[in-house]
């Protein structure tokens, strides 16, 4: 078995169900300090919800950038285990594939990078510049003890990076067919609509919030917020949550709640989209009142060194020439983009994230490994 296929079930053997490391950072430390890297833990949180956070640093002989590799080991829940084939946090082989939650979303590709690092710190001892790692157990739920907070621990020191892989899942057929070079803005509201509740029968006696929402929720389903450009997509609006009633028949609900999310492009603001929505509403003459919450800010790396030597990377190994996109969800890329001018992303099949049985090809894990190592031998060595 190889290093990486072997440390990636490691990892994911660790229940590390958002944001508990269960122990993975500890084992990816001791394997880094073992190759010659200062490591430094960066707990963050409450009392009693402490997230793990791990900084480390390989700094070579010679000058030259900054290289980071970033990633998490927290997951998401597996759901009910029954639901599973094999058990979530058991690694299991069927049919070339490696069964486990977080095999696909990301402990195959923070394996992969530790072995990288590994391979290349011993091939190369004395290599330009610096090779680091960040790495999270706070990605998957609320994100705000985690990536965030190393960033910060790093600005405070004054100390930036010049280029940053994050392993998140991007390929979409094969290892190698696309990599992620920015992505969209996420805003998320919570709209209350006031009404009066009433029995449905006295409609004159009470005033509907849904009735009164129905007419402006149009407008905004409709709505075309901007054209995006030649590497966002437009932004959309999407409603997640409509609750309202009392669960009888009979009464004309009091309120109306309604959890929405925006996806922007650079072409538009947060500031500019949250005037749009209370236009709307009250052009509609709509009580309301709203909760917004910025998850993140679009970001974007233009086609530069780090692209290009990732690119030739995947060529080399994968035989395939890979695509840049900015689709998709959100990711810690958003917090290291402010102290890192090329911020890409790159990992491995994306089909099976966050499913039950989640899966990676395990030929694909020491391609995967060879990627990142390549990639580091055109940066640093």
Known sequence: MSPALRLAEQLIARPSITPDDAGCQDLIAERLRAAGFDCVPLPHGPEGAVVSN?????????????????GHTDVVPP??????????????????????????????????????????????????????????????????????????????????LNACIVGE??????LGDMIKNGRRGSLSGRLRVRGVQGHVAYPHLARNPVHELAAALAELVATRWDEGNAHFPPTTWQVSNFNAGTGARNVIPGDAVVEFNFRFSTESTPDGLMARVHDVLHRHGVEHEI????????????????????????????????VLSTTGGTSDGRFIQRICPQ?????????????????????????????????????LA
Not at 55 to 68: E, I, L, M, Q, S
Not at 169 to 174: E, H, K, L, M
Request: contains cysteine; negative net charge; proline residues 6%.
């Open 169 to 174: 899942a991007t390929s979409v057929d094969r």
């Open 79 to 160: 759901g009910p285990a029954a639901a599973w084939t094999t058990p979530p946090f058991v690694p299991s082989h069927r049919e070339g594939r490696l069964y486990g939650r977080g095999a696909a979303d990301m402990k195959t590709a923070v394996a992969a990078m530790v072995v990288a690092a590994e391979e290349f710190v011993a091939a190369h001892p004395g290599h330009a510049g610096a090779l680091a790692f960040l790495i999270t157990s706070d990605e998957e739920a609320v994100a705000v003890d985690g990536t965030v907070r190393i960033v910060e621990w790093l600005q405070a020191r004054d100390e930036r």
């Open 343 to 379: 911020v890409v992303e790159f990992g491995p099949v994306n089909a099976s994230i966050h499913q039950v049985d989640e899966c990676v090809e395990v030929a694909a894990v020491d391609a995967l490994k060879n990627v990142y190592r390549r990639t580091l031998e055109h940066l």
């Open 291 to 322: 909760d917004w919450s910025l998850g993140g800010e679009p970001f974007l790396t233009a086609p530069g060194t780090l692209s290009e030597a990732l690119s030739r990377a995947i060529e080399a190994e994968c035989g395939v020439t890979p």
């Open 54 to 70: 791990l900084w480390a640093v390989h700094r070579g002989t010679r000058p030259g950038p900054t290289v980071a590799l970033a």
